[in-house]
């Protein structure tokens, strides 16, 4: 570069800085000066403090961090479940990312981590961002109400996904072809069940259930007068498989002596199997009086209960997923599962259910339950998800329905319809004046 | 006045000419010599494979393409249609196959399929494995590998694992390149060993008309004894396996006569009744014939060439360029009709991506469509050049992927719905296309920056506009396509939005275009500013498209590639250093080079004002 070329006082740079001219582009009414002017008195604090919140450079900012956020929370997924990820990254205010995630994937530590702000953080500040800006330079023309509209939308959008995130209630059903089915089970929610039968009526059974996340720190005893013994945590899988016990511990009982579990990685959020993590856990137990009962296996993979006896009274105990009953019924009539011939991809899965409902007098005998077919009933909705094979023919002989409530779920269909309606308007505002200008050359 | 507008429009109708008579001659139909074997006419044959009812032809043309990289087999005699070879292969029985010994004896004493050089080993490992000297082409035949066959096959169970042994089977997310080759190369002799084996391609139809047929191993084992005794019975697929044998059994016997002679009365027969479509068959052998997409390639890779040269004839610049735009709506053309022809293949309206090698030819095809408009509007060339650049760059990445299998398989039940294939997958993938356009006017604009004087004056601003009006379309397309795809999973299994890594992919691309957007009303950014803003936009674009791919992951990732990863990554560095490149101070850059007359009007002491950059 030849330096005598500059001239003296006027460096390249700087001209290049000042000639803002031709860049007075659309929508450029957001710029947070955009109204100022110059010769104003000083302005009120709060004022200022609104211009600072309002300020381009912050959302530029906050975008940065979202697409990082959301990268790194992508990346996550190859070593850990979706929804561990999301509840660890985006519905969350800060995060700590591990060097193995922020590195992305090249290096194998996930030990140390960074701390990042989370989903919550970056999202709601971005809501105050926007509501400052409009706050700031509200004004009512054809190209800001498109701005607006689009805004309006977004702010819905993420409202949905709050909302979605708080309450949404996701389940499975699984029947066997030619059975019927009103309970739901929840395989991210585990419990241990402790229940002691009634002898005549089921209904009078007396159950206790313990949630998962106090079984979770090995060492952790659970003693409760409700529960007839003292449960103290060996160990806690969050996945896990069975293999043969050849050689059984003098203390183990039950199932314990049969298998033995091994821990397993949670199921990857990658996976395209789309599995589920099955815990299990190893708990030492006691009597109130301090009578030692040994170490029990409970494993969420067999569905048969153990049974304990105390003082001549017997406990069934399950370490099972949270089930919920529904007050109607689904009755599998027939699952039909299909391939493409020759091949192994799916072409068509099936159930044909008849519904049955007592209470709201429904007796529906003709449902059908496939792929982009879901069922709508009583604010829930049943996806035909996966299906059951016979161990031994491995032939499908039951469905696998994914169950889902979400409150939210009309949000972002409105808030679709308002950001295209104002991209409609602003883009096609933009639009209208680039052709314009044309056509007057 | 007629002379002028001769000289005008010329160079325009010698490119069409020239593009028209290049697409032309490869339109024509294949035939065969007459007295030689019918090749084409057996590719006329419906089979079912992947799924998918298709002719013989497509299949042969395929598997050939996987194993050697070629739609043609190349012999000393000359070259031959795909057809030959998997004739070849099927009459060629494997070594120790008493059935097929039996029924071919000339075949497998001539062995044709084991001295045909089409194996591919590139790699210097499996070469040493195998004691085989490079040579050009690097194509290989049995007789080539049998010395060191154990050695090989110890080498394969050591990746694909050994369950006598209790070798388990390497991850291929761990594959080495060597593994992943002997891998490959086992993959490729196993795709003769099933044409010989005749125990995988469908191709004796059912006699109740379904789509559930048969392989001509079990249908030997039905009729086979039959046929022995001149018993065949009176059904569809006692007939067919008839036929296929009377007609292997010719081929390996060299009768030509008896081998044209079976498939002209079969022909003529309905094979499989009305499951069969004959135009559907025929319009799929043209297609092939055809490869429009491999055509486009080569007239986008010479028109993007030529209109890069056009600036320096000046007073020929225009002319050149227009000749250059005719070509490239041609080829647009084309291009388009071939998607066409590819739906209507797969019974699939408007739907125009089905998989990853489907959305390479489609953004190809946005790219192309884009910049055609943008021409329109700036008439300066540049515009030419970015859409054939992007058009040819695209549709290399087509037929790369094109080469491992059949481009039109069959779908999963969960995406089996046309109306979401046709709104939510169009829409996003043009988003994708927006986005590559603006990052390849980004690069334009760092190139031409740097090392000309063509953003000068009016052009850096009219550059930038129309990666501005890009922008604002990939804005509204990848956030629309986002959304359909939020509603597509809200109705199909109930989350608007799942965190899946491809539906992150697609967030990025939104997130980043509003930041080049907000930085630009900001004032952050100028021109320079978003050229490099969009440039980047390109490694965030391919991430979306393809990394999200390689993590193996849920629902979307249809088109795990192994490897491609690190290509992908060195391709993004590059784009990242041009990125950098168009940080260099401006005082650098030849457009914006003070006090320099520009060469094409010397305007004597008006500096060029870099306006806004």
Redesign the interface.
């Known amino acids: 570069?030849d330096h005598t070329?500059?001239?003296p006082g006027v460096?390249?740079?700087k001209?290049?800085e000042t000639?803002?001219?031709?860049?007075a582009?659309p929508?450029?009414p957001?710029?947070?000066d955009a109204h100022a002017s110059p010769r104003r008195a000083p302005r009120h604090p709060i004022v200022q403090a609104l211009m600072l919140l309002a300020?381009?450079?912050l959302?530029?900012v906050l975008?940065?961090l979202?697409?990082l956020i959301?990268?790194w929370?992508?990346?996550a997924?190859?070593d850990a479940g979706?929804w561990t990820?999301?509840n660890k990254y985006?519905r969350c205010a800060f995060v700590w990312v591990p060097l193995k995630v922020v590195c992305f994937n090249a290096i194998d530590n996930t030990v140390d981590a960074i701390p990042f702000p989370g989903g919550w953080l970056i999202g709601g500040v971005m809501l105050v961002n926007l509501l400052a800006a409009h706050a700031m330079r509200f004004k009512l023309t054809w190209n800001r109400s498109g701005i607006f509209l689009i805004h309006a939308g977004l702010i819905v959008m993420m409202l949905?996904?709050v909302i979605?995130g708080t309450y949404?209630i996701?389940g499975q059903m699984v029947i066997r072809e030619g059975q019927s089915s009103n309970t739901v089970i929840h395989p991210g929610q585990t419990e241990l069940a402790i229940i002691q039968r009634d002898k005549d009526d089921v209904a009078k059974d007396h159950v206790v259930t313990i949630p998962a996340r106090m079984l979770q720190t090995p060492g952790a005893t659970i003693e409760d007068s409700q529960v007839p013994f003292i449960i103290e945590v060996v160990e806690y899988m969050v996945n896990h498989k069975l293999k043969f016990n050849r050689r059984p511990g003098k203390d183990q009982r039950g199932l314990a002596r049969e298998f033995e579990a091994l821990p397993q990685p949670e199921v990857s959020?990658?996976?395209?199997n789309?599995k589920f993590d099955l815990p299990a856990m190893y708990v030492k137990l006691s009597t109130p009086e301090g009578k030692k009962l040994g170490t029990w296996l409970f494993s969420s993979d067999l569905g048969d209960s153990q049974w304990i006896t105390i003082k001549d009274k017997q406990y069934q105990v399950r370490l099972r997923f949270k089930e919920l009953a529904r007050p109607y019924t689904f009755h599998l009539k027939k699952f039909t599962h299909d391939?493409?011939?020759?091949?192994n991809?799916?072409?068509?899965?099936h159930s044909y259910i008849r519904l049955i409902d007592t209470k709201n007098g429904v007796d529906r005998d003709d449902v059908e339950i496939y792929?982009?077919a879901?069922l709508y009933y009583e604010g829930e909705?049943f996806?035909q998800?996966s299906w059951t094979t016979d161990p031994i023919t491995h032939k499908a002989n039951g469905t696998v329905l994914?169950v889902?409530r979400?409150p939210g779920?009309l949000m972002?269909?409105i808030s679709?319809a308002i950001?295209?309606i104002g991209?409609l308007i602003h883009?096609g505002h933009?639009?209208y004046r680039?052709v314009d200008r044309?056509m007057v050359r | 006045m007629n002379k002028t507008r001769l000289q005008q429009y010329l160079p325009a109708l010698i490119a069409v000419g020239v593009t028209a008579i290049y697409f032309g001659i490869n339109m024509r139909p294949r035939s065969d010599a007459s007295g030689e074997f019918q090749y084409a006419k057996f590719g006329r044959l419906a089979v079912i494979d992947g799924g998918r009812l298709k002719p013989m032809q497509t299949v042969a043309q395929t598997k050939l393409m996987i194993v050697t990289h070629r739609s043609a087999l190349s012999e000393k005699e000359g070259t031959f249609p795909a057809a030959k070879w998997l004739l070849d292969c099927m009459t060629t029985p494997l070594p120790g196959d008493p059935i097929f010994s039996a029924m071919f004896p000339d075949g497998a004493e001539a062995a044709v399929a084991f001295k045909q050089e089409v194996f591919r080993i590139e790699n210097d490992q499996v070469l040493r494995l195998l004691k085989l000297t490079p040579r050009s082409g690097y194509r290989y035949s049995i007789v080539d590998i049998a010395p060191r066959y154990p050695e090989l096959e110890q080498a394969v169970k050591e990746v694909l694992g050994d369950e006598t042994r209790g070798i388990p089977a390497k991850d291929p997310k761990n594959y080495k390149l060597y593994d992943a080759k002997v891998a490959e190369l086992w993959q490729h002799l196993n795709l003769y060993m099933k044409a010989a084996h005749h125990g995988t391609l469908l191709v004796i139809p059912n006699p109740d008309g379904s789509d559930q047929w048969t392989t001509f191993r079990d249908a030997h084992a039905k009729f086979g004894d039959a046929f022995d005794q001149d018993q065949l019975p009176d059904a569809p697929d006692a007939k067919a396996y008839g036929f296929y044998r009377t007609l292997l059994v010719a081929y390996q016997s060299k009768d030509k006569a008896g081998f044209n002679r079976a498939l002209d009365s079969y022909l003529a027969t309905s094979q499989g009744g009305g499951l069969i479509n004959p135009t559907k068959i025929g319009v799929e052998i043209f297609f092939n014939n055809f490869a429009p997409f491999y055509l486009c390639l080569v007239v986008y890779g010479f028109v993007a060439v030529i209109a890069g040269f056009s600036w320096l004839a000046p007073a020929w610049t225009r002319q050149i360029q227009q000749g250059c735009y005719a070509a490239m709506a041609l080829a647009f053309v084309v291009h388009i009709s071939g998607l066409v022809l590819r739906m209507y293949l797969q019974d699939r309206l408007f739907v125009f991506v089905t998989n990853l090698y489907s959305s390479a030819v489609f953004i190809g095809l946005g790219c192309v469509f884009f910049c055609l408009i943008a021409e329109v509007f700036y008439k300066n060339g540049i515009a030419i050049v970015v859409g054939t650049t992007t058009g040819f760059c695209t549709l290399i990445i087509a037929h790369m992927l094109s080469l491992s299998g059949d481009t039109m398989e069959m779908m999963q039940a969960v995406l089996d719905t046309n109306f979401w294939l046709a709104t939510h997958v169009t829409i996003i993938t043009l988003g994708y296309t927006s986005a590559f356009v603006a990052g390849f006017m980004g690069i334009a604009y760092i190139f031409l920056g740097l090392f000309t004087n063509m953003l000068r004056k009016e052009g850096s601003a009219e550059l930038t506009r129309m990666t501005y009006g890009v922008l604002c379309a990939g804005m509204f397309l990848s956030f629309v396509g986002t959304v359909l795809g939020g509603l597509w999973a809200d109705y199909s299994w109930g989350r608007f939005w799942g965190w899946d890594p491809k539906e992150n992919g697609a967030l990025l691309i939104v997130i980043w275009i509003a930041l080049i957007l907000h930085a630009r009303w900001g004032g952050m950014v100028k021109q320079r500013g978003i050229a490099v803003l969009s440039v980047l936009g390109i490694v965030v674009t391919s991430w979306s498209w393809f990394g999200t791919n390689f993590l193996g992951v849920g629902l979307h990732s249809y088109g795990f590639r192994q490897g491609a990863m690190m290509t992908l990554i060195l391709i993004d560095l590059g784009f990242i250093a041009i990125a950098g490149l168009g940080l260099i101070p401006l005082e650098h850059w030849t457009s914006f080079r003070p006090h320099e007359p520009t060469p094409f009007k010397p305007t004597g002491g008006a500096r060029p004002k870099p306006a806004g950059v």
């Open positions: 570069m070329a500059i001239q460096p390249a740079a001209v290049a000639a803002i001219q031709d860049g582009p929508g450029s957001l710029h947070p300020d381009l450079r959302t530029v975008f940065a979202a697409m959301v990268f929370g992508t990346l997924q190859t979706v990820v999301v985006f949905g996904e979605t949404q996701e959020g990658v996976d395209p789309q391939v493409f011939p020759g091949t991809t799916p072409k068509d899965f792929m982009n879901p909705t996806y998800s994914q889902v979400n779920w972002p269909y679709c950001v295209g991209m883009f933009t639009l680039f044309r």
